[in-house]
């Protein structure tokens, strides 16, 4: 099993800062990987996949790198509907598993 | 525009099996996969399992192979998730998804609570 790493657990930032959120394979996944954003009492939403391609109703601001087993989340000025947990999963191989989430919060 | 609208809460005893639905709207249903996830209180995105919508084969998660059976009824648009002899651990919202990758459309999740 492919197992997903986060960090940070919580970011604490300020309306306008640049975000930089981790996700780390336990062994190569190619550009199988998927990010998704949740707001409390919410489903997930698809953010991001292919590991650098933004999902339809997201905008710019929000931008995924990296292959292999270092990828990255970036946000290059948040917003205040940003503040939010956000999920990495790699579709790689079966079992689909997740990171356990970083918390964007207000600082 | 594409739905899941899964089914309404639930409250099940241990021992017990709850089965919840994921009906599709706004797309061809067998086009695409199901996917089932759950959420327990507080916590992260677990995986369960894959249901081709075409063909009807699936792929469990290790975890709870053996406990969960996941079907699909075309001419409804809907997949089901059937979960047996359920644990307190069980208690969670499940969630149906869309595709066979990443998930792109997701139910609103259903809530199962398992207490005695």
Known sequence: ETVMTQSPVTLAMSPGERASLSCRASHSISSNLAWYQQKPGQAPRLLIYGASTRATGFPARFSGSGSGTEFTLTISSLQSEDFAVYYCQQYNDWPFTFGPGTKVDLK | QVQLVQSGAEVKKPGASVKVSCKAFGYTF????INWLRQAPGQGLEWMGWISTKHGNTNYAQKIKGRVIMTTDTSTSTAYMDLRSLRSDDTAVYYCA????YFDHW???TLVTVSS
């Open chain 2, 30 to 33: 067998n086009t695409y996969g």
């Open chain 2, 98 to 101: 869309r595709d066979d990758f």
């Open chain 2, 107 to 109: 139910g609103q999740g």
